[in-house]
């Protein structure tokens, strides 16, 4: 065949129906799959943007005691490609008008922060900024409560050790709050060149020193891979995804795109599969009345490939120009929701599962059929044989599971995920051919009438081959569809849940023993009850087992925990939020054994039984695991990984205690009162951190629910498409029935009866399967606990039967518009 | 409804009159006449073939005499209906008890088996046990072993006899068959002629169709041609 004749033969493809709906299913896969991969990972930059800003940069690296990071590491950064800036944290006596107040001091080098902004007022009643840098050399940032705490102005001058400085304007809100329970009084910033001049620090001091990095996160892996060798003990290196309030949160959104791009992946391949076997089993005519012209069946299989290869492309191309404005449009509306600036990038890496999804489907289920039709006489392509099945399904059915499997594979590469899509997918095709072959063995025996019951009953039967495959498609949409609306439905609970109304919003630590009666009674008077009082002991997990726990754990590394003093505690009941995973809680006379944190035994690679030593100043202690439980970080309440009974082996060591309260916005004065009573005690307020870890979650929530509804809207294309598929074997029957008689009402009523049946059935089996892969998802993934979600789940098959008995009825309208004589003659 | 059985051309043995048929299709600008006045009288129980050249209506009157369209001017009355005053609804009930249609292009549902396919207008019209009549059927027009073949799997000339089964399943008064043999070869032609005119005899029924089949008109009892959309009343003849 020339190549002007294959060019023909694709010009007449164009005119064909089902060709027509082989290209819009392709270039909705197309579409679809770009748009969500896209957005999914526009969205993700977008968030770990916003959420670097919680470290002021990508990367932090802390030294913790006294010793300033070698400069020679900001040079090689730098050199990297990386921007790095340097900062100083301690806490030191600040005087200012009549007055002395403990403060903690931030000192930060010009290019503080990296990411993020600082909040900045100019005085008390000025409008807040958002600066980029701190203050300069001899200028001094306070924070409003300070200024009122000393009853001084903008403009007045303070001395920090040695140095004078002018309160240039005030912190309203630096983006790095800080979860540190360290230096914890009022924050003052400057610039990080004024420390040395205030002679503040000395050996020995308890100072910070912070290094900032940011850009590339080849180039920040880069530069980890060479600072590791050199890193110290006392060195901490923090990435967001280490930071326990958001990391979590995080991770799940991020893993709710993923899902959101694998189920896109799969509804892509059930609108592809869809329509290009359709397409496939109506080509028998033409390749038998090929092979009669005397075509060989080599040259059938070439023409076969060529015209779906052109198809591929021409889908790619039109799936891509649909896809390109649409993200356009939904990236402009994100930029509106965060009031951000998000430039437009698209990312070839993302466009890579879109176009594979479609070709991939495309060939796989298009090709086979039409492979096989080559070696059959034409004289049985013409006329099948009673009784003769497609022998070769099942080989059809097993490549086009690989390629599923692949593409999802290809698209997520999360063993979890794909295992549990798929087994979703196949545990429900299976339960319909089972439900499937008991429906045919109850419907046998019913025969139509004038009563739509029956007749839709009847159609369902006698249609069962097309029921069967349009219920299927249909259960596997919603089911997909379903997975992500019960995902997101727990991921919601579980962060409402996570920072409730009134959580926590401010800690107060060194709590001396002596005061805490009076600490206790000054916040009931002031009608805030305090939450419940730990006390806390510094110090360092040093053995396990008797040996020393840097030769036990080799990854020592990796466990934050050893690189710090630890806060041990004793407590008498279990948090309430813990739960015991293994052993058992203390009894109530009991005073020997620990209780550790769950994540962090496993990183230890300890068990019950096992026994730890601890250093604790110049004490050691050691005791036997008794329980491990896990602990909700994210609770922003005082949280221990080691926890000792009462009277046990913390008893007489020196103790402060920790505590943590609600107070609303405009009480923030009783403060200043507290501050004053009690000088010794550190409060940290952590209020606008949790202001602003609401805030990220109601914008990932966002982010979720558009996710959600662009998935939504393509299984309801895929249905749509499905319907279509069969639109005029379904009209054709429609004028039939009209010119044999049948009302009107007695079409509509059985046709919407039997779409809506086989919409509920596909309903029910959907949120069934979408349960189940939501349950294997929900541990691996998601790491909640697992519940049924009736309320969400039961209104989806009925509004599944509900919309398809609509699309059942839209179908119908030209077979009530259309005399059934001319309908016949145009469908002929 | 309007009793239409006094008017002066009603005899007591007319099963359908037409009167003054006009049938126009609006083409945006222009209108194209298909039908032109058209006036006829079928007696009941007799067969009439309508022959003409390819486009000249034939089909078209045919399905406005069985009220499957509805005409732009005139007036069809079957069995004393005025069947262009009846609803839609109404027509289809009439239709499913009194009428039955053969196609050229047979208009079997390909999903469904041979049964099931004559089975389908004995539902519609709520007949009793419409199974064992289905039966009796296809075993009467010979295909008493294919019963669970779909169309498919069937030849052309089964197809078509399957369609005559459905036809004459619910014994309808009047029977309009539209070119029955049209796709069919000569032989198989001829046999499903036989059948068909074999089927109205036993069943007395009314039979009308519009063919090209010289044979097939000549063995009408009349013919009526059809020229450009009129009719060609010289040409109304008895055989």
Known sequence: MSASQKLGSVKRDWRQRDVKVVLSALIIAVATVAIIALFASQLQRTLITSASSFLAADRQLEAEHGKPIPAEWREEARNRGLQTARMVEFSTMLSGGERFQLVSIKAVSDEYPLRGKIEFQQDADSDRQLLGQGPRPGEAWLNPRLVRLLEIDVGDTVEVGNLELTVSGLLVREPDGGFNLGGLAPRVMMHADDVDATGVIQEGSRVEYVNLFAGEEAALDGFYQWLQPRLEPSHEWESIRDGEA??????????????????????????????SRQFAVGQRDTVALLKTLGLSSR?????????????????????????????????????????????????????????????????????????????????????????????????????????????????AREVMLVV??????????????????????ALRRVTGGGNAWRLALVGLYRHRRASLSQIAVFAMTLMLASTLILVRSSLLADWQAQLPEQTPNHFLINIAPSTVDEVDAFWREQGQGLDTLYPMVRGRLTEINGQPVRQVVSKDDSVNALNRELNLTWMESLPEDNRIVAGDWFGSDQTEGV???????????????????????????????????????????????????????????????ITSFYLPEDRKDALNEFTREFPTVSLLEVDHIIERIQAIVGQVTQAIEAILALILAASLVVMAAVVSATLQDRQREGALLRTLG????????????????????????????????????????????????????????????????????????PVLQVSPMLLLRRLE | MTDLSSGPRQTSEAILTVTDLTQRVDLGRDTLTILQGVSLEIKRGESVAIVGRSGSGKTTLLG???????????????????????????????????????????????????????????????????????????????????????????????????AIARAFACEPVILFADEPTGNLDNQTGQEIQELLMALNREQGTTLVMVTHDETLAARCQRRLTIEAGHLEAAREETA
């Open chain 1, 246 to 275: 958001l990391s979590e949160s995080l991770q799940r959104a991020e893993r709710f795109l993923l899902l959101g791009g694998s189920i896109a992946v799969l509804l892509a391949s059930v609108a592809v599969a869809v329509a």
């Open chain 1, 742 to 813: 049948g009302r009107q009402s007695l079409l509509v009523n059985s046709t919407m009866l039997e779409f809506g049946l086989a919409g509920l059935l596909a309903g029910i089996l959907g949120v069934l399967a979408a349960e189940s892969a939501v349950w294997a998802l929900q541990y691996r993934m998601f790491g909640g606990e697992f519940r049924w979600h009736w309320q969400v789940a039961l209104p989806i098959p009925l509004i599944s039967g509900f919309v398809l008995a609509l699309l059942g009825r839209w179908q119908l309208r």
């Open chain 1, 420 to 441: 549990a899509l798929i087994g979703g997918l196949v545990a429900l095709l299976g339960t319909l051919a089972l439900l499937g072959w008991l429906l045919l063995l």
């Open chain 1, 595 to 657: 209780s550790v944190e769950a994540e962090l035994a496993a990183e230890l690679g300890v068990d019950v039984g096992d026994v730890l030593g601890f250093t604790i100043g110049s004490e050691t202690i050691a005791e036997p695991i008794t329980s491990i439980r896990t602990v909700q970080w994210e609770s922003m309440k005082p949280n221990f990984y080691m926890a000792f009974p009462p009277g046990g082996a913390l008893e007489g060591l020196p103790a402060t205690w």
């Open chain 2, 64 to 162: 406005l005499l069985a009220g499957l369209d509805t005409p732009t001017e005139g007036e069809v009355v079957l069995e004393g209906k005025a069947i262009s005053r009846l609803s839609e609804d109404e027509r289809a009930a009439l239709r499913a008890r009194r009428v039955g249609f053969v196609f050229q292009s047979f208009q079997l549902l390909p999903a469904l088996t041979a049964l099931e396919n004559v089975m389908l207008p004995l539902e519609l019209a709520d007949f009793p046990d419409p199974q064992a009549r289905a039966r009796e059927l296809l075993g009467r027009v010979g295909l008493g072993d294919r019963l669970t073949h779909t169309p498919r799997q069937l030849s052309g000339g089964e197809q078509q006899r399957v």
């Open chain 1, 299 to 411: 040259r059938i299989g070439h023409m076969y490939l060529v015209r779906l290869s052109v198809w591929g492309l021409a889908g790619m191309a039109g799936g891509l120009l649909v896809a390109l404005p649409v993200y356009g449009f939904l990236n402009n509306l994100m930029a509106r929701v965060l009031e951000q600036e998000i430039p437009f990038t698209v990312d070839l890496p993302s466009l890579m599962p879109a176009l594979a999804t479609a070709v991939v489907s495309l060939f796989a289920f298009a090709y086979p059929p039409i492979r096989r039709l080559r070696h059959v006489p034409a004289m049985r392509v013409l006329r099948s044989q009673p009784g003769e099945a497609d022998s070769r399904a099942w080989s059809d059915i097993a490549i086009a599971v690989v390629a599923i499997f692949g593409l999802v594979w290809l698209y």
